[in-house]
């Protein structure tokens, strides 16, 4: 059976939505943020090393990020719906549309999100973000194509984007 693992205030909105366009029978573990920090809670992280969600187990499967987690259910489930023919102008409008949402639409409102808190909470303490950026790139990391990026990436590497 699919579970998803659904963190309030989230992108797994667009995932519940679509297990319901399916018809699938589905389980919701549902977590909650931090009401101060608005952060994940770290039981996310025993399912996947991002802590993040959403994430669907299927089986052995286990997957992260909205747009593949859309991709696997309409290859797997969708039966020919809810996806253009491979090959044609409306398949790459679709993929368009799809990575869309993530890569260009979602930056820019999530900025708008945080400059509007900024704007109206206290300043948080300067070294909150310091674990962000290696925990991303520890499923890099975890790719046996990519040995040594998140090294690059993190304090002390030639790509170092953290000061004291």
Not at 23 to 39: H, I, P, S
Not at 46 to 69: Q, Y
Not at 99 to 127: C, D, K, N, Q, W
Request: with cysteine; glycine share 8%.
């Amino acid at each position: 059976m699919i579970v998803l693992h659904h963190l309030n205030n989230s992108r797994s909105q667009r995932i519940l939505w679509f297990l319901e366009e399916l018809g699938l029978e589905y389980e919701v573990k549902r977590y909650q943020r931090d009401a101060r920090t608005m952060l994940a809670p770290p039981e996310l992280r025993a399912v996947h090393p991002l802590g993040k969600s959403p994430v669907v187990t299927d089986g052995d499967l286990v997957l992260a990020e909205s747009g593949a987690i859309l991709e696997y259910l309409v290859g797997r489930y969708g039966e020919g719906r809810f996806i253009p023919a491979a090959g044609t102008p409306e398949r790459l409008r679709y993929t368009f549309w799809l990575h869309y949402a993530e890569g260009s639409a979602m930056p820019p409102l999530l900025l708008a999100l945080v400059f509007h808190r900024i704007e109206t909470a206290p300043m948080p303490p300067r070294r909150s973000h310091r674990g962000h950026a290696p925990a991303a790139l520890c499923v890099v990391e975890a790719h046996p194509r990519a040995p040594g990026l998140q090294r690059a990436l993190v304090k002390g590497g030639p790509y170092d984007y953290v000061t004291d």
